[in-house]
């Protein structure tokens, strides 16, 4: 997917892991940002203009903050 968005030509690719491996593969791949925090996968359609695009692939654990 990050790849995807990078050959498309997003300009601002935010990756969401909690898992820190997985944080520093997905930087690698592309992704300009790469976070922890699971909320936060919520908040980006609150923080994405008009314009932008969220492409959620997965889901974090229920109840998992």
């Known amino acids: 997917m990050i790849q995807g968005a990078r050959i498309a030509g997003a300009a601002v690719i935010v990756a969401v892991d909690p898992v820190p491996g997985r944080r520093?593969?997905?930087?690698?791949?592309?992704?300009?940002?790469?976070?922890?925090?699971t909320e936060l996968m919520a908040q980006a359609?609150?923080?994405?203009?008009?314009?932008?695009?969220?492409?959620?692939?997965?889901?974090?654990q229920w109840g998992r903050p």
Do not use: K, N, Q, W
């Open 24 to 37: 520093e593969a997905s930087i690698r791949a592309g992704a300009t940002h790469a976070v922890g925090r």
């Open 45 to 60: 359609f609150d923080m994405a203009r008009a314009e932008g695009t969220v492409t959620l692939v997965g889901m974090p």
